[in-house]
């Protein structure tokens, strides 16, 4: 049986949020320069868009620029920019034949006005579509969305908007940029790093966590497969006993 076929589709992540990492690597690898890894990089962020489509995959985020990455080579992030806004063009058809309706987490202010346009129109143009939300992380920095959020209620709290008693998980939700958003359930990374680098902290604290050693424009649908049905084998157990997920009678003794 093939990878897919051996998904179950009952016990899809509601929400898949992926840091898209290597294409540096990647491109060094072929001895080309960076950025061409990041346009290779773009092939697998369409695969995987409608593979998660096809699957029936509700949410996908992608983190494609952290708040550090600002700190790259000016033509590197030069380069970034562009390819960014050359792929909107490019896949707006792609968004609207499948249903996807595109989002975006991250200061979209730091952007430049072309990328911010794009983007604007692209959002515009999908705000409809409701098999997949593709939720692209940009300028995005998880500890910045989290003090932006803290600011914003502690305005609130001040101006008696909203009391200090109120403030519950769901008030801090509502303040983030993720505010429309499920949690995550499986967060992938790619090209072998073991870590977070400022990605959703808040929004992934009960996700299953994915490694794998492919380089971001190697990433094909199998890889994604396979990611998933890892994830299916996982028992998620939020804090109780593997004997109380599996007779809830447990829960009395
Ligand atoms: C991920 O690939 C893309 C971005 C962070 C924009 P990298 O550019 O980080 O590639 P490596 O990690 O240097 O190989
Ligand atoms: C994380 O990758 C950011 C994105 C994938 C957009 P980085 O390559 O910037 O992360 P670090 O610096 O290796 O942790
Ligand atoms: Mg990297």
Known sequence: MNLEDQIDKNNLPRHIAIIMDGNGRWAKEQGRIRVFGHEKGTVSVKETVTTCAELGITNLTLFAFSTENWNRPKLEVKALMKILVSSLKKETETFIR????????????????????????????????????????????????????????????????ISEEMIDDSVINNHLYTHDLPDVDLLIRTSGECRISNFLLWQIAYAELYFTHILWPDFRKNHLFEAILNYQKRERRFGKTSEQLCNPRHDAV
């Open 98 to 161: 499948n249903n996807i309706k595109l989002n975006v987490i991250g200061r979209m202010d730091d952007l430049p006005t072309k990328a911010k346009n794009e983007l604007q129109e692209v959002i515009d143009k999908t705000k409809h579509n409701e098999r997949l939300t593709l939720t692209l992380a940009l300028s995005y920095g998880a500890r910045e969305e989290i003090r932006s959020a803290v600011k914003e209620i502690a305005f609130k709290v001040k101006n008696n908007i």
